[in-house]
């Protein structure tokens, strides 16, 4: 069911997080306390919103790493409706596409809860005292897929490429010390797929 991302206040600080990456680490939010920038994307395999970003969403983790961007990618979808979205399968797409960030599993998807997290791909960009300041999409490029119009929504551009224009506009004003650009435009993508009983009332 295609879903956007939630509108958030700015300036809310970063949830902690403590998940396993595709390697069985233990990945921490203390432990990128460092880094300038923070983006935690909510992501997943089988997506086809994901998938039609993926590739522009690694060249830009890329791009952006030597400025001082530390990007975190989060997989909380319940796979009993999508295997492919379940840690195997993540350990086989960070691998085969060689991630140049950590991809963690949110299984008890606490994690997606405490973001407000409600589709795939999910942004959100914190600055260096990891307070809210970006919360919208990657670009205007959306997949060409078969699924009515939602009322009340502009249709999906289909003809636009992928260039994370939104999202780079955003990390380039974070560092260089300016508010985001307005106004932010919603993600849209897969809802993320909940555990029986755990959907939120805003999912």
Same mark, same amino acid.
């Given at each position: ?48 919103? @994901? ?20 990007? @975190? ?37 606490? @994690? ?49 490429? @992928? ?41």
């Amino acid at each position: 069911m295609l879903r956007l991302s939630r509108q958030l206040d700015y300036g809310q600080p970063a949830p902690d997080f403590a998940l396993p990456d595709t390697e069985g680490t233990i990945r921490t939010l203390g432990e990128f306390a460092e880094a300038p920038a923070l983006l935690v994307a909510f992501i997943c395999n089988h997506c086809p919103f @994901v998938l039609h970003v993926l590739d522009g969403f690694i060249d830009f983790a890329r791009d952006y790493a030597p400025k001082g961007l530390q990007v @975190v990618a989060i997989s909380s979808n319940w796979p009993d409706d999508y295997p492919e979205d379940d840690y195997a399968h993540m350990q086989a797409l960070a691998r085969d596409k060689a991630f140049p960030f950590p991809y963690l599993h949110d299984d008890s998807q606490d @994690v997606a809860l405490a973001y407000n997290a409600i589709c795939t791909p999910d942004f959100f960009l914190y600055d260096g005292q990891r307070r809210l300041t970006y919360a919208g999409q990657f670009d205007a490029s959306r997949p060409k897929i078969n699924r009515p119009p939602v009322p009340g929504l502009p249709p999906l551009r289909h003809d636009l490429p @992928v260039t994370g224009e939104d999202l780079r506009g955003a990390v380039d004003a974070l560092l260089a010390g300016l508010p985001a650009p307005q106004p932010q435009h919603p993600s849209a993508g897969c809802s993320i797929k909940w555990r029986p009983g755990k959907d939120p009332s805003w999912a």
